[in-house]
């Protein structure tokens, strides 16, 4: 039996590549983003987009656009306030670096970052105009979800080693188990 997530990566490798570690050729950004893998133990912190919002009723990690001026830690510090009410202390921030994302009407550039919180906060206060929900689930799980173009690709960059351990899990068990 073939495990959801195996079909789902199988999905991503006949799709058209979004995420490059170098930018692809006429790469014209028109924007920064930054993001940050928020995590408790093995759960990592995802938003749903409200419908009508761009990539609406999609899931992601917590992030934002770059103001003028402003770093991509200091962006995805003030974003992450912003969207989830969590403050977080810069010196625990690790950053990922940058890839480069093309979608076919815009070209853009897009730090990623981890936080590792200690324990699950007391609340989580999300913005209900940029979101419907959240939920702390494992990479894994995340992978099932209707995500936002080009974040499956880049947990893979982020975390593969990891995500390729428990696909290798799931297709020798059979199943996919969080």
């Not at 195996?6 to 028109?30: A, D, R």
Request: with cysteine; aromatic share 10%.
């Amino acid at each position: 039996m073939i495990s959801p997530l195996c079909g789902k990566i199988q999905l991503m490798q006949n799709q058209s590549q979004l995420v490059f570690v170098q930018p692809p050729p006429n790469f014209n950004p028109k924007v920064e983003v930054a993001a940050c893998f928020i995590h408790v133990e093995d759960q990592v912190l995802f938003l749903k987009r409200q419908p009508h919002k761009t990539e609406g009723d999609m899931w992601g990690i917590p992030g934002g656009r770059l103001e003028k001026g402003e770093s991509a830690q200091e962006a995805v510090i003030r974003e992450i306030q912003e969207e989830t009410s969590l403050e977080l202390s810069s010196p625990l921030i690790k950053s990922f670096g940058k890839v480069y994302i093309r979608y076919t009407h815009v070209d853009f550039i897009y730090h990623m970052f981890e936080y590792r919180l200690k324990e699950f906060p007391a609340q989580i206060k999300i913005d209900p105009i940029e979101h419907t929900e959240y939920r702390w689930m494992c990479l894994k799980e995340a992978l099932l979800l209707p995500l936002i173009p080009g974040e499956d690709e880049c947990i893979f960059l982020s975390y593969g080693e990891t995500i390729h351990k428990l696909t290798q899990k799931s297709v020798s068990d059979g199943v996919v188990s969080h």
